[in-house]
């Protein structure tokens, strides 16, 4: 009867244990995209370096996904033939000095929907939470709270950051598209209402290698505080070049033609709350502006 008590309290006490670490092993905030492999090909690639847990091992179930959804990609395929052949990208270029086009206009719930937002915490590597909302003026709201708590995992020598990354294109047979309307363009417009702190702004790249998936270009938003707006006006020249976030001694000119993805990172050391208010991302042609790289290219000697 005495063991079966002390057992009893041993599960009770694990029970609390496990109670009490819940909050942090599940996000406060889930992601408002969580973005899953479709099967349209036999090779299914890991671009998020180990992040991914919906890779399955069944072979022979991973090949009949594959064959039913030929079909439809195949008719995805011929509509982009049919695009090519009568020349519709062309028009893009025909851009002339003062161009202006928003890649994004945020206003209401619609707009944000297919965005990304990850932080620390869902990977199980810090405890930031971090939102992506509609603010009262109807415009979108990335929010939340940094936290620099390291995890006591024996790994992790740093934490706090959140993210947010604008939504994949995808054409067929699962093909991530690039954003094409940005290669004859100058400059990056962001109109944002900022809390003081700093904020990346990230170009994502398409990369062939798996060493380069992780390229990225990079530039240091800083925001006023206060309820003032301000429209940040960024050449792309000024955007330098990164991998897995640490900024590489040769810099090399951005290509503008690889963009996939534009994404918004607080990661300023600072615990907190963060708030930024986005208006819209457009891109601007300034002919005046003839500068392609901003930073010295270090060439390398043999």
Known sequence: MQLCEIQDCNIMSALKVAKSCRPF??????????????SVNLFDVDKKGGYRNDLTDNSRKHIIDTAKSWRGELKKFRNELKDILHLRH?????QGHGTYDYLWKFGGQQSIENWTLTADRDNLEGKSSANLTVSKDNNALFHGYLCQEVPQDGVSKSAGYCNIRSPSNYISFRRKQVIEDIGCYTHLVMRVR???RP???NLMMKR????TWADQYNYNLYTRGGPYWQTAKIPFSKFFFSNKGRTQDSQEMLDLHNVENIGITIADSVEGPFKLEIDYIAVLNDANHLEETAYEDYGFTF
């Open 208 to 211: 062939t290698f798996d060493i």
């Open 25 to 38: 092993l599940r996000p406060k905030y889930q992601p408002l995209v969580i973005q899953t492999a479709t």
């Open 199 to 201: 904020y990346f702004i």
């Open 194 to 196: 900022g809390d003081g």
């Open 90 to 94: 062309l028009d893009r270029w025909n």
